[in-house]
């Protein structure tokens, strides 16, 4: 294992960035134990890089208002659990656990144990659709084996369905404008790693898609959020955030949003549109989930809302995870052909094209309209899922999504950390409201429940999340970490 001095020259993580991170320690025994905590959780969660250099212990403890002897003690504790490495001269850095994962790729490694998981709100592919797509996808796998298979914009046929799906949506498309990635957030990635810089600011939603926000930290962006409340967006504020903070970049998922599953209304849409070309924002919109819709009609692509030639700088992004499989990854960008070019040209240092059989088999799912049976389906299973929840947790309160995968549901008082850590002890895999939020510590409240798998095993996670909310020991176990503190 590389050791601290190997990481000389990467960023250093400011005192006062780091103590608004951190809980007030005020009240806190023994402090040192709980500050530790957060910075580990921190580092597992990804708000907090690996290989980071952590603040000195002076100015960190000015910062946090605590003794240097108290900042020696947390520093020491996070040595001696495998959060930080030291070298006399170089300083604190910080370190990924033997045997630990960072959350952002535990969270989609099958789980050890037989817990039912709501962790990823993305439905299972019956066996007989997989198996009709490679049945069609064989001979032409036996063509494009006569070739080097290298496609670094996608398959040409690919991108002709996929500009032909956004055109019969609304969008008039050309397979120009469209790149094939490995998913949506492969996508996103091409587009930040292109347009954003260190520091850039980037509007986005919150609460907000995880992984997203995750790949925005990486890219070390600063995010500038809007909220999306119970009511939706404000178009007021994003105008006015577009406005004085004039991003680099945003960020949002109007249809079907995820977590919140609200859908953006169309004057709305217009309103961000005109906002964003004032500030010159590039604007890049998620529509991953833009086809699951259960009570409305599907919405029309964002883009096809703005003016004619004022689309320039909207990118829109989207994948086959939400409307077939996930393990598929297949997923695409639409842009201007010039930045598609650009965006190609980035992916080849990465991966160079995405796996053909992969792409063939995604090309045989589009020519059959499988979505009907799909979202009858996701039907039954979120009236199955509202009717466990009504009765076995009938307080708690949500506004029943026209689309989407999830409710996004208000349990009443703000424990839902220490519930989804409780929730395991049940057989109850869960994200908290906190982890969809772009600063950490709010939608304490809040609970997203997928109703993507079958009815029978929701009616059961509904029972077993009501036996975990009544543990007796659930408040005191709000001061677990979760995932949990190895020390």
């Known amino acids: 294992m590389a050791d601290a001095g190997s990481y000389r020259g990467v960023d250093r993580l400011g005192a006062g960035q780091l103590a608004g991170l951190l809980p007030d320690p005020a009240g806190m025994r023994p402090a040192y134990r709980h500050l530790a905590q957060a910075i580990g ?67 989609y490694m099958r789980a050890a144990d037989t817990a039912i998981d709501l962790t990823k709100a993305a439905p299972a592919m019956p066996e007989d659709m997989l198996r009709d797509a490679l ?57 930040l790693g292109l347009l954003g810089r260190p520091g850039d600011r980037i509007l986005v939603e919150n609460p907000s898609y995880p992984t997203a926000l995750d790949a925005m930290r990486r890219a070390r962006l600063a995010t500038v959020p809007v909220p999306v409340t119970d009511s939706g967006w404000d178009a007021a504020i994003t105008e006015s955030t577009l406005r004085q903070a004039v991003p680099r970049l945003a960020y949002l998922i109007p249809d079907f949003h995820n977590p919140t599953g609200h859908v953006m209304p169309e004057q709305e849409r217009g309103r961000v549109l005109r906002a964003a070309r004032a500030s010159g924002t590039w604007l890049v919109v998620d529509e991953s989930l833009a086809e699951i819709a259960l009570d409305v009609p599907p919405p029309r692509p ?3 809302h703005a003016a004619p030639g004022a689309t320039g700088q909207v990118i829109t992004i989207g994948s086959m995870s939400k409307t077939h499989w996930g393990g598929l990854r297949v997923g695409w960008l639409r842009a201007p052909s010039k930045l598609v070019t650009e965006l190609a040209a980035q992916r080849v240092a990465s991966d160079m094209g995405g796996a053909v059989l992969d792409q063939l088999v995604a090309l045989a799912l589009l020519a059959r309209d499988s979505l009907p049976a799909r979202l009858e389906t996701l039907r039954a299973q979120r009236a199955a899922l509202v009717d466990a929840l009504a009765e076995h ?16 549901a208000d349990i009443g008082e703000p424990v839902a950390s220490p519930l989804a850590e409780r929730a395991l ?8 409201g906190s982890w969809f939020a772009t600063d950490p510590g709010v939608f304490e409240q809040r609970l997203r429940i997928p109703f993507t798998l079958p009815p029978a095993a929701l009616r059961e996670a509904a029972a077993r999340l009501a036996a975990a909310l009544a543990s007796p020991d659930l408040t005191s176990a709000s001061a677990a970490s979760r995932p949990r503190w190895v020390a």
């Open 302 to 304: 964002f883009t096809a």
């Open 425 to 432: 002890d049940y057989g109850v895999r869960i994200e908290a």
């Open 41 to 107: 959780e921190l580092i597992l969660d990804g708000r907090i890089a690996l290989h980071v250099r952590l603040p000195a212990e002076r100015e960190l403890a000015a910062a946090l208002r605590v003794s240097r002897a108290t900042v020696t003690a947390v520093y020491d504790l996070l040595r001696e659990s495998g959060y930080a490495l030291s070298r006399q001269g170089s300083g604190t850095w910080t370190a990924l656990p033997e045997g630990r994962a960072l959350r952002g790729v535990a969270r």
């Open 135 to 191: 049945a069609a996808a064989a001979p032409l796998l036996a063509e494009h084996t006569r070739t080097a298979g290298y496609h670094p914009y996608g398959l040409p046929e690919l991108r002709a369905a996929v500009a032909e799906r956004f055109t019969r949506r609304g969008l008039a498309t050309v397979p120009e404008q469209i790149l094939v990635t490995s998913g949506a957030q492969h996508a996103l990635s091409l587009v």
């Open 393 to 408: 947790l009938p307080h708690w309160t949500f506004r029943l999504p026209p689309g989407g995968l999830s409710l996004w």
